[in-house]
């Protein structure tokens, strides 16, 4: 019981940071760093024989570094426009076929979720997507909401898709054939039933355009403008496709990026510093203010009483604990910031599980995953792309896509992923448990 009064200071200070968090104005790296400095230093006071090499060891450097190189490859295919050539070859591809351009680019904007930041991709393609949809004279609101709804389904696909599927493939070592060997069967058969339940319920609504509107479309959108030197455009995107490639293979996700970040930086003859200082440093801090806070957390004992709490709730039946775990992670996801639910998660597991390799089993990872990646769809708040979309939408004067019509389709959306996530899993169970 001695233990009473640090235990009720930590989860104050971490309950305010993951509200502080939510609030858009409000400097969350601040105050996250103010938490984690107070709760170091009551930690130290109530276990005085701790040192500062037992905090540094909660701080988890490889999601780190990994983040930090992925954002500057990512930032250098930018400047090379190679994800908007993509996004505009797609547009050449339908010939402004407007149910086939629905399809073409919800697809390639799932599976570019999977390499760059679910906002990343919205930044990217949704401008497009609503210029194309003025020039055609159709709605751009059923594209914008398959853009969201399927850009977290494709963010399930690769352990760096995400800062929150970074920490988790981290966490428990997870690399990219992990990933593709679980989530293969899933991703590609929800991305089709969802475009397909967004067909019949928006966009068979629309009108389709005209030929000359097509015409107009397809003289605007030429994918060619976009490249300002053909020879660079080519060779970085064989960098990106050859980082990729490299996590294919059994080395350390953060030694690839870290390698690639540095080669690639050399070859563009683009300053490393330079790139440091454009990267975003909040999610930086952020991360290391949580880790500090959760290493702090687990000395003073609160996961293990978490644990013990939720160990009667979680069943010998391991599809009925993922199950379990699916749909509060999924609930959760949609009201609290993912990255702060993932690490608290994280810490929870090894706690119940063991902290040895390959003691959470893989049907739990997988419900993890499944629920921290598509439960953001539940709220609007819950997902940093949703805002994006929204923003973009409000500035473009998209008026059926707002809050309230993403509010009901994004929870309704939910849950049919959650149902069908339910039918993976216990297939998935069947099959090889």
């Known amino acids: 019981m001695s233990n009473v009064i640090p235990i009720i200071i930590l989860l104050l200070l971490f309950l305010g940071v993951m509200i502080v968090f939510s609030i858009e104005k409000l400097d969350y790296v601040g105050y996250s760093l103010l938490a984690a400095f107070i709760?170091?230093?009551?930690?130290?006071?109530?276990?005085?024989?701790?040192?500062?090499?037992?905090?540094?060891?909660?701080?988890?450097?490889?999601?780190?570094?990994?983040?930090?190189?992925?954002?500057?490859?990512?930032?250098?295919?930018?400047?090379?426009?190679?994800?908007?050539?993509?996004?505009?070859?797609?547009?050449?591809?339908?010939?402004?076929?407007?149910?086939?351009?629905?399809?073409?680019?919800?697809?390639?904007?799932?599976?570019?979720?999977?390499?760059?930041?679910?906002?990343t991709v919205a930044i990217i393609f949704i401008p497009l997507v609503i210029r194309?949809?003025?020039?055609?004279?159709?709605?751009?609101?059923?594209?914008?909401?398959?853009?969201?709804?399927?850009?977290?389904?494709?963010?399930?696909?690769?352990?760096?898709?995400?800062?929150?599927?970074?920490?988790?493939?981290?966490?428990?070592?997870?690399?990219?054939?992990w990933f593709l060997s679980k989530f293969s069967l899933y991703v590609f058969p929800m991305l089709?039933?969802?475009?397909?339940?967004?067909?019949f319920t928006m966009l068979r609504k629309i009108k389709a355009p005209t030929e000359q509107q097509?015409?107009?479309?397809?003289?605007?959108?030429?994918?060619?403008?976009?490249?300002?030197?053909?020879?660079?455009?080519?060779?970085?995107?064989?960098?990106?496709?050859?980082?990729?490639?490299?996590?294919?293979f059994p080395i350390n996700a953060w030694v690839v990026s870290s390698l690639g970040a540095i080669l690639i930086?050399?070859?563009?003859?683009?300053?490393?510093?330079?790139?440091?200082?454009?990267?975003?440093?909040?999610?930086?801090?952020?991360?290391?203010?949580?880790?500090?806070?959760?290493?702090?957390?687990?000395?003073?004992?609160?996961?293990?009483?978490?644990?013990?709490?939720?160990a009667s709730i979680f069943s010998e039946n391991v599809l009925i604990s993922a199950i379990i775990l699916l749909i509060s992670i999924g609930i959760l996801s949609g009201f609290l910031a993912q990255v702060p639910t993932a690490i608290v998660f994280i810490s929870l597991l090894k706690n119940l599980y063991g902290f040895t390799p390959g003691a959470v089993p893989d049907l739990i990872l997988m419900a993890f995953l499944l629920g921290i990646n598509l439960g953001s769809n539940f709220l609007p708040q819950g997902a940093a792309c949703d805002l994006m979309a929204l923003n973009l939408a409000k500035k473009n004067g998209v008026k059926e896509f707002n809050y309230k019509s993403l509010l009901k389709n994004g929870s309704l959306i939910t849950l049919f992923h959650i149902f069908f996530s339910i039918i993976y899993l216990s297939i998935f169970y069947i099959i090889l448990y």
């Open 39 to 119: 709760s170091v230093l009551v930690t130290v006071i109530y276990f005085p024989d701790l040192d500062f090499n037992t905090f540094l060891a909660y701080i988890e450097f490889d999601p780190i570094i990994f983040i930090i190189s992925m954002q500057i490859i990512v930032m250098i295919s930018e400047k090379h426009k190679i994800f908007q050539w993509i996004a505009l070859k797609t547009l050449r591809f339908a010939k402004g076929n407007h149910r086939k351009f629905f399809y073409l680019i919800c697809i390639i904007s799932s599976l570019s979720a999977s390499i760059i930041a679910d906002i």
């Open 132 to 177: 194309a949809c003025k020039i055609l004279k159709i709605n751009p609101a059923p594209y914008l909401f398959g853009i969201s709804f399927t850009i977290n389904i494709g963010s399930l696909y690769t352990p760096f898709s995400s800062s929150e599927n970074i920490l988790i493939g981290a966490a428990f070592s997870l690399d990219l054939q």
């Open 192 to 199: 089709i039933l969802t475009l397909i339940l967004l067909d």
């Open 214 to 248: 097509k015409q107009i479309l397809l003289e605007i959108m030429d994918p060619n403008l976009v490249i300002v030197n053909k020879i660079q455009f080519i060779l970085n995107s064989i960098y990106l496709g050859a980082v990729v490639i490299g996590f294919l």
């Open 265 to 310: 930086s050399i070859l563009n003859r683009e300053q490393i510093s330079d790139s440091l200082a454009k990267i975003d440093w909040k999610i930086i801090f952020f991360f290391i203010s949580l880790f500090l806070m959760i290493g702090c957390m687990q000395i003073v004992g609160i996961f293990e009483i978490i644990a013990g709490w939720t």
